[in-house]
């Protein structure tokens, strides 16, 4: 005998007393990571590139067509670099009202850089993308989730309102800094299409290229244990691999999937932060703070100290 579980109520209030939140992110990173791992001879890799550079050409209009026709925003998280490489691509998404997001300058690693040289990169691509866009971006993803100790502070002290790269939660958190705080919107790698379709020979990335029923099912899985909490999902695709025609055949039955049910907020990652920080300031939702960074010390934590006999993984 089965018994009925009756459904909390959702953490967060979403709007029109709908269940659950879930946004649609997409980070066109063109052939840019390309010329990150290999400077010297980027221009020999002419597969590759031209694979990546389908995201742009191909896939952000198709993406673009296929939401707009549902009336749906999504989010575009765009290295500066990219934008400027793809001017007319940056403008199809201001026209269909898209949010378009900061995603570095060159999909370059943050954690790698000193605080000064993030800094700097961060600061160049805002200046881009506003220029570009003709909207200053209030949204940010650090490049393959490379967050880097410096990142919440730099951020803060731009002005940036929200951030998606962490995994510390299931809902909307907010992260503190000395120079302010930032709200998370909390990703997952089970929700990314890179370990999915992802297979990059020329950058030493080479995957079992995965069907788009076997990924969908990872995908709704996941939506399926934030729809039972009443959370908020979100899943990071790339217009390079998911902007695939057999793929996009999967990504519209999911949209109907999720519109039929009826009680799905589906939206883009500005509309979740603003709803978020209104219920913030009204007091109707109290977030999980995170203090950054995690761990501040450039050292070994002191369990690890080159003195102690060392543990093995």
């Known amino acids: 005998m089965t018994a009925d579980i009756t459904a909390p109520a959702p953490p967060i209030p979403w709007p029109d007393g709908k269940r659950c939140a879930v946004s649609f992110s997409f980070d066109m990173d063109a052939d840019a990571l390309i010329h990150i791992a290999r400077p010297d001879d980027a ?3 002419v597969s590759t590139m031209s694979g990546m550079r389908y995201g742009p050409e191909i896939g952000v209009p198709r993406i673009c067509d296929l939401f707009e026709s549902y009336g749906l925003k999504v989010s575009f998280f765009v ?11 940056i403008e199809r998404m201001v026209e269909g009202g898209h949010e378009i997001a900061h995603h570095g300058y060159m999909h370059e690693s943050p954690s790698r850089n000193t605080r000064d040289r993030e800094a700097y990169w961060t600061v160049r691509a805002l200046d881009s993308l506003e220029r570009l866009t003709g909207k200053r971006p209030v949204g940010y993803r650090a490049p393959l989730y490379d967050y880097s ?15 998606s790269s962490l ?10 800094s000395r120079s302010g705080d930032l709200l998370e919107l909390p990703v997952d790698w089970a929700c990314d299409d890179w370990n999915q379709f992802c297979h990059l020979a020329d950058i030493d990335f080479v995957m079992p290229i995965q069907s788009p029923r076997h990924a969908f099912d990872v995908y709704r899985a996941e939506f399926e244990g934030q729809y039972e909490i009443g959370g908020f999902w979100q899943i990071v695709w790339h217009p390079f691999l998911i902007g695939r025609a057999a793929r996009m055949r ?3 039955s ?3 999937e999720l519109l039929e049910k009826g009680d799905v907020w589906l939206t883009n990652c500005i509309a979740v ?13 109290t977030p999980r703070v995170d203090t ?6 450039a050292h070994r934590i002191p369990e690890l100290a080159e003195d102690v006999e060392p543990l093995r993984g």
């Open 43 to 45: 221009n020999t890799c």
């Open 79 to 89: 290295p500066a670099w990219c934008a400027e490489e793809h001017p007319q691509v």
């Open 149 to 163: 100790q410096h990142t919440t502070a730099i951020l803060a002290e731009l002005g940036f309102r929200y951030e």
């Open 167 to 176: 995994m510390g939660d299931d809902l909307p958190y907010v992260l503190r």
């Open 250 to 252: 999967y990504v519209r």
């Open 254 to 256: 999911f949209i109907e």
């Open 273 to 285: 932060a603003d709803h978020v920080e209104g219920l913030i300031a009204a007091g109707n939702y």
């Open 292 to 297: 950054m960074p995690i761990k501040s010390s």
